[in-house]
């Protein structure tokens, strides 16, 4: 139900469709390597479906490779805190079922759906930066590629539609997300729309479709929407927007080569960590003062108190170089803007 590549944090047609934009994507064919020099891998970073990943011959371990299970973190994260702001969950045995079942919806579905389908519309670049992976490097076929898309999106559309039933919805709230969300991250990937083309906006529907998407479903499953809401995780995506920019910066080489105009190839590595980390602290400042004048100040207060050790890592690594530090940055920092999430969604349900 999102997108995001960690080497870079991702339907609808038929396999024509695939198939037409595949002629568009083989009209320049990189020559790369077929692996990674032996023994300089992963296989936790295989697992992961992260870079680093050791080279792989089972294709049920290629296949998980290709959802990326490391980008499912923020998906499950996301229906906690939309199940949190509805203010109607409850510890008992069917609450958790529900909650369980959209994580599965979210997460390995529609995300693994999402991160395959990225893969597969980026299987040029990566033939430059990572030609190792396996659908550059051939380890999995098309047709498995392709099923493995299918798969996923169908069940995922699935599962949002007995989420509606289970939860008596007159109107199918949770699958018209979970269609729409696959609808983004078709045209985030694909041809002729392809967003992650522009750096704002293809960074942008990455923020929304990590944070938004699923708060919406968890809060949709267990309460209302209320534009109120709507507003708020939106404007929380432009944070997410900044965690999409820190994945871009390892990928200029390609980007350049392929014409994709990221943040850090149109604006340069200097102006742009700084629109990335702008975004990022901005915005959850900018919550706490939504807070504030809602009443909410302990909720705003621990929110800015989460925002500095942010901050802190941001001069310490980021700022300093980041490319070299993304990853030590990502896994220092980003811990506590999701905790800022919780924060905010337990503010709204009271």
Not at 72 to 96: K, M, Q, R, T, Y
Not at 102 to 112: D, E, H, V
Not at 127 to 152: C, K, M
Not at 261 to 269: D, I, K, N, Y
């Amino acid at each position: 139900m999102g997108i995001w590549d960690p080497s870079r944090p991702s339907c609808f047609g038929q396999r024509l469709t695939v198939r037409a934009a595949e002629i568009e994507t083989n009209k320049v064919k990189p020559q790369a390597p077929d692996k990674a020099p032996a023994g300089n891998g992963s296989s936790i970073n295989q697992l992961l479906g992260i870079k680093g990943a050791a080279q792989e011959t089972n294709k049920w371990k290629i296949r998980l490779q290709l959802t990326k299970p490391v980008t499912w973190a923020p998906l499950i994260w996301g229906v906690v805190c939309g199940a949190a702001a509805s203010g109607n969950f409850h510890w008992n045995l069917e609450d958790v079922s529900k909650s369980i079942v959209c994580m599965i919806m979210s997460a390995p579905c529609l995300t693994g759906y999402t991160q395959t389908i990225n893969d597969w519309y980026d299987r040029e670049i990566d033939a430059i930066n990572e030609p190792y992976r396996p659908i550059p490097s051939g380890a999995i076929s098309e047709s498995e590629v392709i099923t493995q898309i299918w798969v996923l999106l169908l069940g995922g559309l699935g599962l949002a539609g007995l989420l509606d039933v289970w939860a008596g919805h007159n109107f199918p709230v949770v699958f018209y997300l979970a269609l729409g969300g696959s609808l983004l991250s078709y045209i985030y990937s694909a041809p002729p729309l392809k967003l992650k083309q522009n750096g704002w906006i293809g960074n942008f529907a990455l923020g929304a479709s990590y944070i938004s998407l699923p708060w919406w479903a968890g809060q949709a499953l267990f309460g209302t929407l209320t534009p109120d809401i709507i507003v708020l995780t939106l404007l929380y995506s432009i944070a997410g927007l900044g965690i999409a920019i820190v994945n871009d910066f390892k990928s200029i080489e390609g980007d350049r080569v392929l014409g994709l105009q990221s943040l850090p190839v149109a604006f340069g590595v200097d102006t742009a960590k700084w629109i990335c980390v702008g975004a990022i602290d901005i915005t959850q400042i900018s919550v706490a003062g939504y807070l504030l004048g809602s009443g909410k100040s302990y909720y705003a207060l621990a929110l800015l108190a989460l925002v500095i050790p942010q901050v802190v890592f941001q001069f310490q690594y980021f700022l300093k170089d980041p490319i070299k530090y993304d990853v030590k940055y990502q896994a220092s920092a980003q811990p506590f803007l999701v905790l800022g999430l919780l924060v905010t969604a337990l503010a709204t349900s009271h």
